[in-house]
């Protein structure tokens, strides 16, 4: 530790420190504009200069290192001379259009100015023009001339972004920050370079000109998408959500967001929101009051039930709902004697049901997973699935940290990977095998699972040497090893490496509230908190023998679930579906006969659980829109119009507080461990698909963001194959070809990538050009087309 003095303060700081880091630790605020802890030091600014006793001129607090027994002063007449004299330079080409721009209340430069600028400039040549730059649909970057070229967004792309998608080109007083010719901003986590500029040269596309800073109302929620529960701050004007930021949270999402969290609030002011309930009469859609919906779908419960028993109801939920609306879901189904409930939509090995001990979570913190020494990551594809969660694993692996990967293809995760193996997706079982028997083979130990057949490849076992030398280790299976054929065997295998190596061993939970759901018991095989109940069907059971009715809980099942095609088909051949949605779409207006208008996440308090098992709650933070209802209330009043017991809560907390006592803090629920599950061999058929869901279509709400449906990432999706599978069907790059699946078939691009491995065929699922065809892992054929 070295002792330091900061105007007049003593202080003691460890080795390394910064006169930033040091003032910064005993409250004492220096001007600065490059400077931001999470980036790297550029010391370009100049405006955090400071006085150093026996200095010969002010030095750079953010770049100047601590020495024993330096004495620092931050506003001596010095010091304050320099800072003015750099803030009059950076005033100098400064356009004077505060009255208009979007960072005006929240500017940097403007706060600083007031104690640092003067009143008038002497300068009186004319002031530099910069042209506007093209950046893409969610960073607008139209006043260049605002750029003080503190270079942050710069150092954010290639630093925390994994690649260097904006520059500084030329000199001095040419130098202009841009976007490499010809090409937009890119990266799945580029709107944090709005956060990140200190004036008003980067702004958000989307909010822009919409409202000034100091009209907006500032409320605290969750994100609604992946399982890492990003922290936010929705601000909002008149009853509308017109922008979310980051609420800085370490433990889970930094200081960033993803541009999922951060834009799809765009579709929560859409058109095609859902504001009353309508019920479909004679082919015919029709606007109906709340006490007329309700009583159809009690009728017509009620009549399946009657005529068919309640083994012909089935329920499907999407994983996006709050715990409150999940908790009363599940309670109002069993109370009703319907048993086949979940909500894993796209899960289609559900073989480990039986022997699961609990609900699967990440098997440690996030911070935990970030400095582990080795890291194997088992089918994700990272940087769409969990974009956040890829950053930190870059900056992992910036600290030592090794990166494996079991993957379907070997895309360019923008960081060093120690090892690798490419399989197809019914091999993934055999590739994280390998990786267990060179375990048991390394720790001298023996797997309770069958790996006389394993063949042990040179790649499999640098992972496993990795993950027995490291001090700490992690194992994650991401969401196409959760939607893949051989998902429970992914479970017990990587459950079977975690005993031996002592590595923790964990799910990436795909939706905002996976873990929640599971906890409350969306579950065909286990109830509320794990309990007891009478078994019913899965979500892939009841999709392969349709019910008579279906009860659909924010889920569009021709995008969210495993076999669109199938799917879709269930619910036409159906008596009835209910379906509780926030948004109109053709294919409910298709299939359903019901549609209830329920509260999107902005509009409702509740919860949810992410994947480390944190419940973090919220409150709606503006009024539902239209005649729009919290859907815990929904279900509450439908309980009573059932005649069910147990529905007389009267608030979200009053919901909660049924399931909170056991949840507890929830670590007694969490578990990754099965029993009963044995290794098969995977036989090849044909060619298989390799279906995953695109980042910008995950859940209704993202797939109705107008500014994410413009970015690159949610272009039409092309069909890729290794180039020796595009020979054999006579295609070449670029050509379109016929994909059939069952009794679907579709026109499209072909594009030759030597990533994938023979014998699949890469083609997204959950999209409007794809959503006709088969399940996400299953056969599909390709052909000229």
């Known amino acids: ?261 951060r834009f799809s609030y765009e579709a929560l002011n859409s058109e095609q929101r859902l504001t009353r309930p309508m019920i479909k009469h004679d082919g015919q859609w029709h606007e109906a009051d709340w006490q007329t919906a309700l009583d159809y779908v009690v009728k017509g419960l009620t009549g399946v039930s009657a005529q068919h028993g309640k083994d012909a109801i089935g329920v499907l939920a999407g994983a996006g709902s709050t715990t409150e609306e999940l908790y009363l879901l599940q309670k109002l189904a069993r109370a009703f004697g319907v048993n086949n409930i979940d909500h894993r939509l796209r899960q289609s090995d559900f073989a480990a049901d039986a022997g699961q001990a609990g609900a699967l979570w990440l098997g440690s913190t996030v911070t935990e997973l970030a400095s582990a020494n080795a890291i194997l990551v088992v089918g994700s594809t990272q940087r769409q699935e969990q974009p956040l969660l890829a950053a930190r694993l870059r900056q992992a692996v910036k600290k030592g940290a090794e990166l494996n990967l079991i993957h379907v293809a070997d895309d360019n995760l923008l960081t060093r990977i120690n090892g690798k193996l490419i399989v197809a997706p019914q091999a993934l079982a055999d590739g994280l095998a390998q990786v267990l028997k060179a375990v048991a083979e390394i720790k001298e130990g023996s797997a309770n699972l069958d790996l006389a057949n394993v063949a042990v490849s040179d790649e499999a076992r640098r992972i496993a040497e990795s993950l027995t030398k490291a001090e700490t280790a992690s194992i994650v299976l991401g969401s196409v090893a959760q939607h893949s054929p051989v998902f429970s065997q992914l479970l017990a295998i990587g459950g079977e490496i975690a005993r031996l190596t002592g590595a923790h061993f964990g799910v990436l939970s795909e939706a905002a509230n996976s873990v929640g759901a599971q906890f409350a018991g969306v579950l065909p095989k286990r109830g509320f908190a794990g309990e007891s109940v009478t078994a019913g069907l899965d979500a892939g059971q009841m999709i392969a023998s349709p019910r008579k009715a279906y009860v659909l809980f924010n889920a569009e099942v021709e995008a969210d679930s495993y076999d669109g095609q199938a799917s879709v088909a269930a619910m036409k051949a159906a008596d009835t579906v209910i379906a509780f949605t926030s948004f109109k779409g053709e294919g409910l207006f298709d299939y359903a006969d019901v549609l209830l208008p329920i509260a999107p996440f902005s509009e409702t308090a509740g ?88 980042v910008y279509q995950l859940d209704a709400i993202v797939r109705r963001a107008p500014s994410l449906q413009q970015t690159r990432h949610a272009q039409s999706p092309v069909a890729s194959a290794n180039p020796a599978v595009l020979a054999a069907a006579g295609l070449a790059d670029g050509e379109v070809a016929l994909v059939r699946q069952g009794a679907a078939e579709v026109r499209i691009v072909v594009k030759a990538d030597a990533g994938l491995p023979e014998g699949v065929l890469r083609l997204a699922a959950a999209h409007r050009a794809t959503a006709q065809l088969g399940g996400m892992f299953d056969p599909i054929e390709l052909k000229r087309g």
């Open 1 to 261: 530790m070295l002792e330091i003095e900061i105007d007049g303060k003593k202080l003691t700081v460890p080795q390394g420190s910064t006169i930033m880091d040091a003032a910064h630790s005993v409250g004492t605020e220096i001007p600065h504009f490059c400077y931001h802890k999470k980036l790297s030091i550029a010391a370009n600014c100049r405006m955090c200069l400071v006085e150093v006793e026996k200095a010969p001129k002010p030095l750079p607090a953010c770049a100047t290192p601590v020495t024993d027994g330096m004495k620092v002063h931050t506003h001596s007449e010095l010091a304050v001379k320099a800072q003015q004299g750099v803030m009059e330079f950076l005033l100098i080409n400064h356009p004077l259009d505060c009255p208009i721009c979007d960072q005006g209340g929240e500017c940097q430069l403007q706060d600083i100015a007031v104690g640092y600028g003067g009143s008038s400039s002497r300068y009186q040549e004319e002031k530099r023009s910069v042209s506007g730059k093209d950046m893409g649909p969610l960073v607008s970057a139209e006043e260049m001339s605002r750029c003080i070229h503190c270079t942050r967004c710069v150092r954010f792309t290639e630093e925390i972004g994994g690649f260097q998608e904006i520059g500084m080109a030329h000199r001095s007083e040419f130098s202009e920050i841009l976007p490499f010719l010809g090409k937009t901003v890119d990266s799945e986590i580029s709107g944090n370079v709005i956060d990140l500029c200190p004036v008003g040269a980067l702004t958000s596309k989307p909010f822009r000109y919409s409202a000034r800073s100091w009209e907006l109302s500032r409320r605290k929620s969750v994100a609604p998408h992946d399982g890492l529960g990003s922290n936010l701050i929705v601000q909002v004007m008149n009853h509308k959500v017109m922008r979310v930021l980051p609420l800085e949270n370490e433990a889970i999402n930094e200081c960033w967001l993803s541009d999922r969290d």
């Open 607 to 694: 919860s949810f659980v992410n994947m480390e098992g944190k419940l973090q709650t919220f409150n709606g933070v503006v009024r539902p829109l239209g005649e729009t209802r919290p859907g815990w209330k929904v279900l509450r009043v439908l309980g009573n119009l059932l005649s069910l017991p147990g529905f007389e809560q009267n608030t979200a907390e009053d919901v909660r507080n049924e399931f909170v006592g056991p949840f507890g803090d929830g670590s007694a629920k969490l578990s990754n461990a099965v029993s009963g599950v044995a290794l098969t061999q995977a036989a090849a058929n044909g060619l298989a698909r390799v279906g995953e869901v695109p």
